[in-house]
């Protein structure tokens, strides 16, 4: 009688079962840090590009505002453009392309902008910000790193 028995069936399940088990810590880890590289390519983005936009106040090409500090407005003005106060024919200047969604973003309703903590340069977040000077993650999740999300 050529086959498996019930027995050889069980065991050979049980391994399975147990590999299964023991490497999906390891999915779920290697998850965690996909995600986590997300979010420093996306906090470097637009990190540069509010560091892109103050300098391009510093050099005169936009116009600053008498009581502004220099930083955009909002975050959605680094996509849509500011006129070049240099330049006679008003080209824009453009300094993202899109505006990068957190990854540990837990609301999918939300507009990419929405999904950052905004921090003014006079300190105030959020709805107080009069600015960008600074974004974060709304995550209240610790990484991997044992430091918070919110924090990085």
Same mark, same amino acid.
């Given at each position: 009688? *050529?086959?498996?028995?019930?027995?050889?069936?069980?065991?050979?399940?049980? /391994?399975?079962?147990? /590999?299964? @088990?023991? %490497?999906?810590?390891?999915?779920?880890?290697?998850?965690? *840090?996909?995600? #986590?590289?997300?979010? $420093?390519?996306?906090?470097?983005?637009?990190?540069? %590009?509010?560091?892109?936009? !103050?300098? %391009?106040?510093?050099?005169?090409?936009?116009? !600053?505002?008498?009581?502004?500090?220099?930083? +955009? +407005?909002?975050?959605?003005?680094?996509?849509?453009?500011?006129?070049? %106060?240099?330049? *006679? !024919?008003? !080209?824009?200047?453009?300094?993202?392309?899109?505006? +990068?969604?957190?990854?540990?973003?837990?609301?999918?309703?939300?507009?990419?902008?929405? @999904?950052?903590?905004? *921090?003014?340069?006079?300190?105030?977040?959020?709805?107080?910000? $009069?600015? =960008?000077?600074? =974004?974060?993650?709304?995550?209240?999740?610790?990484?991997?790193?044992?430091? +918070?999300?919110? #924090?990085?």
């Amino acid at each position: 009688m *050529r086959g498996f028995t019930l027995v050889e069936l069980l065991v050979t399940l049980a /391994l399975l079962a147990l /590999l299964v @088990t023991s %490497a999906s810590p390891v999915v779920q880890l290697n998850t965690k *840090r996909e995600k #986590e590289r997300e979010l $420093k390519r996306a906090l470097w983005q637009i990190r540069d %590009a509010l560091d892109a936009y !103050k300098d %391009a106040v510093d050099q005169g090409l936009i116009k !600053k505002t008498a009581d502004g500090s220099g930083y +955009p +407005p909002n975050l959605a003005i680094l996509v849509t453009g500011v006129e070049n %106060a240099q330049d *006679r !024919k008003k !080209k824009k200047l453009f300094f993202l392309r899109r505006i +990068p969604r957190d990854p540990f973003a837990a609301d999918s309703g939300q507009s990419n902008a929405e @999904t950052w903590r905004i *921090r003014a340069y006079d300190g105030a977040i959020d709805d107080m910000a $009069k600015d =960008v000077y600074d =974004v974060s993650s709304r995550s209240p999740a610790i990484g991997i790193n044992q430091q +918070p999300y919110s #924090e990085w």
